[in-house]
């Protein structure tokens, strides 16, 4: 994997630049779908190709260990064949998961003892275990085993659970150096900054993760409840630390406007299951700002969901039409209202891009902000 | 509207030919998806065209009355518009879900007074209004007012209830033929044929309906829990007495087998929700026979849903991968089954089409009719 830095900005720390893997280039800064258990929800594979120009989607460990599982993963040659999709894509390590979704837990040095939320069965993730899971996936980017720490989270914890991620983390290393793709293309192994919001934590931490000299770095704990600002606080912080040539990638961050301002601070890659999440519930985002479809104020606006961003869905549906299938259920609201959050997002990180070469980012940045909090 | 009959097999009664509506025109035999509230449930209008190929959908009277409501639609400038479908449409009476959706209602000469299923409030149809309320709907074929009888049903109600249908015939005719298209474009209206399962009620109510030479005919109250045999038979009856020169539509058929039978009965139109539904619930009909995806024995299956019907859903993804989305209940696995099955009904009666015009349509059926009644 190669990453390519193409632009810096002047006023902020936001960079353009090309990650180049075996399933094809990512044009950065950029957002990454969440595909959880090998779907985005509600989108099919070539709309995401060609309504939400996604370049990259990420894929969840844990659900796919539980199902379909490992066998069937390999027995299909990976992700990538069993669902069809053969651009990059990016694993988280599981651990998120495990911390939120599955029953009881034991948290040891060795790993972690979990029950799957889906039939109460014992399973057990360690570092090694979820390397060697990842490489069966087969995804282009694969994460390290972490804890990810709650908000809040008293300094104690937060400091020995940040000592044994970064443990875990050689131990990671040591077992996906020792071992290769199973599918004749590369993977890369990201490793993951923790610390909560303690900023010696994370200093320390993003110091540890730095050196270890991967192909990229991820920054984790955050957008766990913290007030906004503690995250950009820690995120600045991290990105001065974390190498300049390495991509940088914000996990599971967030709003639009997050998104913008982690972009102002160095962040290349980002993923969040809001766009999707929020679709489904009927919150759009647009690039006039926030919409509620559900709100009776749509009942009879024929007009577009959103011509800015320039995909045929956005372009096509109405509102009032959108606020119908929503109010009434219908699956197809879910799948409209996901692929229009989906292009947005898309969109946004690509206007981002363009002004970050175009070299008026920050003022760019400024009136998006405003724009894309507004609630409408 | 014009019917133009093109072929009639010289073994059965099954005819080939085209029906000109202001929305384009319909090759017949032709499936009619059905899209109840305004949406062909899990399926977008274009996969409609491009994938499935349909060239007329189905909207519910009662269900796009109860909601966005007559206001949003005329607003909208119809149905058509509302939803962005410029192909043919055809809405029933609202008559069916009064019966079968509604709360208490009470059936009376003037008209049947009904509760909605969405908010309990009370509601009014009558001949005049549904044909006031398809009016400003909007589809090019709108159903007559009529009440379909459940089954069993007794000699007596049936005898009642069909008498009673053919006067609140003459009032619906009454009313369309004093009333016009309020969009542009022309509705044609079609009377529904009744008589529950017995011999002399459908002879005398299909030689009433064929008498009123209307632009097409439509036979109801099948497919209702009456034994496939008692359907053919009614079916035949009624087709040897409805004109030749008019499309005939059976309402509600059905499976596979029923619509191939029904087609060498002599049927030029159907609409069903069993793809759609059974879709949702993981069950496929193929070129090979059906299919119950969420079966282990479809696990490993690597192999697409269905190549023969050339599609790109159905050639692409595979077997083992719908089955997992089925079994983690995603929104891509609904998807994915409704435009598969919807594709395969479109394809199964285009192919009825080619065999009808190609004057070899009776063995092909014998052979298909096995075929996709085989459980795999």
Known sequence: ???????????????????VTDHGTIQTPIFMPVGTAGTV????????KKDIQAQIILGN??????????????????LH????WDRPMLTDSGGYQVFSLA?????????????????????????????????????????????????????????????????WLLRCQDRFDATEGKYGYNQSLFPIVQGSVYKDLRVQSAEFIAKQGRDGNAIGGLSVGEPAELMYEMTELVTAILPADKPRYLMGVGTPANILECISLGVDMFDCVMPTRNARNG?????????????????????????????????????????????????????IASIHNLSFYLWLVGEARAHIQAGDFGSWKASMVKKVSTRL
Request: net charge neutral; aromatic share 10%; hydrophobic share 35%.
């Open 61 to 78: 460990t844990y659900h796919l260990y539980l199902r379909p599982g490992l066998d069937t993963l390999e027995k299909a040659g990976g």
């Open 41 to 48: 929800k509600a989108v099919h594979q070539r709309e995401l």
């Open 283 to 335: 919150m759009l985002f647009t690039s006039e700002g926030i919409i509620n479809i559900r709100n009776e104020k749509w009942k009879d606006d024929f007009s577009p969901i959103d011509l800015a961003i320039g995909n045929e869905v956005s372009s096509t549906y109405s509102k009032a039409y959108l606020r119908h299938l929503t109010v009434s259920k219908e699956i197809l609201a879910a799948q």
């Open 81 to 84: 064949q069993f669902i069809g």
């Open 1 to 19: 994997m190669k990453f390519v830095l193409e632009k810096k900005d002047t006023q902020t720390q936001a960079r353009s630049g090309s990650l």
């Open 103 to 167: 029953g009881t837990r034991k948290i040891k040095e060795e790993g972690v003892t979990f029950k799957s939320h889906i039939d109460g069965s014992n399973h057990f993730f360690a570092p090694e275990s979820v390397m060697d899971i990842q490489r069966t996936i087969g995804a282009d980017i694969i994460m390290a085993f972490d804890e990810c720490t709650p908000y809040p989270c008293d300094y104690s914890y937060a400091r020995q659970s940040m000592e044994m991620t970064h443990r």
